[in-house]
């Protein structure tokens, strides 16, 4: 965390990396204006593989897997009934 608070305030010379250690040490909440906009993304995943092709999995500590698995439901329903859509039918002539 504190390799990305010293990437994110390397335009502002204050914030050295000794100065937002020091901060951090103090425990103390503080909220830092930043000099420019950061876009950002957050990602949220429980199962992922990595380069060696090893399978990881981690608790869904969010509860976000059930929606997921409802939605993908929901999609595979759609798709498997989209053959007896009237405006579908004709592909399958």
Known sequence: MR???AWLL????????A?????IAT???????????VPVAWIYLTAWMTRDQT???RND????????????AEEAAFFSNA???PLTA????
């Open 3 to 5: 390799d990305l608070a």
């Open 10 to 17: 390397k335009d502002q010379p204050k914030w050295t990396r």
């Open 19 to 23: 100065a937002i250690d020091g901060e």
């Open 27 to 37: 425990g103390q909440h503080l909220e830092v204006p930043m000099a420019k906009k």
């Open 55 to 57: 399978i990881q999995f």
């Open 61 to 72: 500590v969010y509860n976000q897997d059930e929606q997921l698995l409802e939605a993908t």
């Open 83 to 85: 053959g007896n859509h």
């Open 90 to 93: 004709h592909m399958a002539q």
